[in-house]
């Protein structure tokens, strides 16, 4: 990372390299902004603003989180979308960047509806990676919980083992060896930063209705060997008054972004086209 701006106490560190179109990439969880550099790089003409979000890579989570937001586990510290989301604006506001396009892959995705809501005129289109609007399912509720538990006996090394093999689609998996290798050196949090995060995945909002209000355009890009966020469950974003392109990529896992570079860069570069107008 090349530089480093405050937030709500907390020193977060960001790249922005390139001119051109501004766009903010808002990378998943546990990774860092690594996650986005084989897209970026062949996405030409754009100005690329990459965070590491609060708590991953080389940003700091701060200290006061709240504590209850995450009824499941209610002592648990809670890093919110609403702070994730705060300190995307304050970096625009840092930057002097008064619009961009956004986009964002799984709680990336879940931060830019939130922008939506905080900011709307701050946002050009909003491309979603593997991201959905729907918040947790009871399963996935509980699996924060377990997640939270592991991470607090000491686990998450063997977690991020798991999420690894489990968010990688298996295409990539045989085709691509040394990717598992790669994502998982990546996975850059620390033990409190991890249940603040999945404290926080765990009471996000419902952004169904929020996708009912976006009036600029969106795209929507979905991995078919994605099981934690299914082409049914983006298929929602096709509601978005502002009109989406919508895009299954059969052969792509939650990471797809990482996967299958040229083909995610030869759709958004169709679609930045009509911002370019």
Partial sequence: MNSLHSSSGARLAFDDRGTGL?????????????YWRPLIERVPGVRAIVPDLRGHG???????????????V???PVLTMKQ????????????SIQQAVFTGCSI????????????????????????KPQPDTEPGSQKRVANIAQARAGGFNK?????VQALTGATARDLQPTIVSELRNRMNITQDALIA????????????????????????IAGGEDTT???????????????????????????????QPEKIAEIMIGWLAKFRQ
């Fill in 22 to 34: 501004p766009i903010v990439f808002l990378h998943p969880t546990p990774l860092d902004h690594v």
């Fill in 84 to 95: 994730l989301a705060e300190d995307t604006l304050e970096l625009l506001d840092h930057l």
């Fill in 108 to 131: 990336g995705g879940y931060v830019m509806l939130e922008l939506w809501r905080q900011a709307p005129e701050r946002m050009r289109g909003l491309a979603f990676i593997c991201s």
């Fill in 159 to 163: 977690m991020f083992d798991g999420m």
């Fill in 197 to 220: 995060v999945q404290a926080g995945l765990g009471a996000r909002l419902d952004s169904l209705p929020t996708v009912a209000t976006i009036n600029v355009p969106v795209l929507a």
């Fill in 58 to 72: 080389a940003s700091e989570l701060g200290v006061n989180l709240p504590i209850g937001g995450f009824s499941l």
């Fill in 74 to 76: 209610p002592d648990a």
């Fill in 229 to 259: 966020v299914t082409p049914i469950e983006m298929d929602a974003f096709q509601a978005a008054p502002g009109g989406c392109s919508y895009h299954v990529l059969p052969n792509a896992g939650h990471f797809a972004a990482y996967e």
